[in-house]
T-cell receptor
Framework: DSGVTQTPKHLITATGQRVTLRCSPR?????VYWYQQSLDQGLQFLIQ???????AKGNILERFSAQQFPDLHSELNLSSLELGDSALYFC????????????FGSGTRLTVV | AQSVTQLDSQVPVFEEAPVELRCNYS??????LFWYVQYPNQGLQLLLK??????LVESINGFEAEFNKSQTSFHLRKPSVHISDTAEYFC????????????????FGQGTILTVHP
């Protein structure tokens, strides 16, 4: 157990639907990062939150949004789903720099049918 | 902008042979460097990291990597591999957000699939 919890582990949904992926960071970590892993794109950074505020944005589609709540857990919302959104979505958390680095959750495998 | 190039997409080796997985990065600022390992149908596990200090870093399972600033490289090595080392390995680079209160985004290479044959 890495300390970062992602739910659900698997999700199968139809095109056009909306889903929410949840991430609880390791205790004490203030930063949360979301990544998408697919065969053709590899590991792509989506978005980072630090203590509730958006810190950095990557290749995140407008159909996707995220937030970090006061208890530091984060949710990634994916809407108007397309077949190409099928991927493994990872959440990671980190402590302040020069200490432990990043810790990844086990991921949510999203299949859009 | 940062980028990472893993020079080999696949590396086949025999058990007990040495292995080197190559990683080059580009960045205009001071960086932090990481190697992650991903076993089939699993998440990313941190193998080792360079944050500061000694340029040679080691993991608990025999891997090591050396940060070479002049060559912008962070190659991963193991003197003798095991069947259980078969996995995909990712090199990654990051920096600090403005203000230094958090790490920035982690940029990954495309991955190297290490296959250890008996």
């Amino acid at each position: 157990d890495s300390g970062v919890t992602q739910t659900p582990k698997h999700l199968i949904t139809a095109t056009g639907q909306r889903v929410t992926l949840r991430c609880s960071p390791r205790s004490g970590d203030l930063s949360v990062y979301w990544y998408q892993q697919s065969l053709d794109q590899g590991l792509q950074f989506l978005i980072q939150y630090y203590n509730g505020e958006e810190r950095a944005k990557g290749n995140i589609l407008e159909r996707f949004s995220a937030q970090q709540f006061p208890d530091l857990h984060s949710e990634l919302n994916l809407s108007s789903l397309e077949l190409g959104d099928s991927a493994l979505y990872f959440c990671a958390s980190s402590d302040p720099p020069r200490r432990y680095g990043y810790t990844f959750g086990s991921g949510t495998r999203l299949t859009v049918v | 902008a940062q980028s990472v190039t893993q020079l080999d997409s696949q590396v086949p080796v025999f058990e007990e042979a040495p292995v080197e997985l190559r990683c080059n990065y580009s960045s205009s600022v001071s960086v932090y460097l990481f190697w992650y390992v991903q076993y089939p149908n699993q998440g990313l596990q941190l193998l080792l990291k360079y944050l500061s200090g000694s340029t040679l870093v080691e993991s608990i399972n025999g891997f090591e990597a050396e940060f070479n600033k002049s060559q912008t490289s962070f190659h991963l090595r193991k003197p003798s591999v095991h069947i259980s080392d078969t996995a995909e390995y990712f090199c990654a680079v990051s920096d600090q957000n403005a203000g230094g209160t958090s790490y920035g985004k982690l940029t990954f290479g495309q991955g190297t699939i290490l296959t250890v044959h008996p």
